[in-house]
């Protein structure tokens, strides 16, 4: 389990498996935005999507 999995599980209240599919969902668009070239907008998909701060960004790489 990482420690953006175990931060959304206690946060959010969440399974493991729920966590893990936000975490994907997230870095399917980020993948999506540096694809586009959007490396501005790739910092914003910690927030935009799981609705934490961009220190996690790591996490998703």
Do not use: F, N
Not at 6 to 17: N, V, Y
């Amino acid at each position: 389990m990482t420690r953006l999995q175990k931060m959304l599980m206690e946060r959010d209240g969440i399974t493991a498996r729920e966590a893990q599919e936000m975490i994907d969902a997230a870095r399917a668009e980020l993948e999506e935005r540096i694809a586009e070239g959007d490396l501005l907008g790739a910092e914003d998909v910690c927030l935009d999507v799981l609705g934490l701060e961009p220190d996690y960004l790591d996490d998703l790489l």
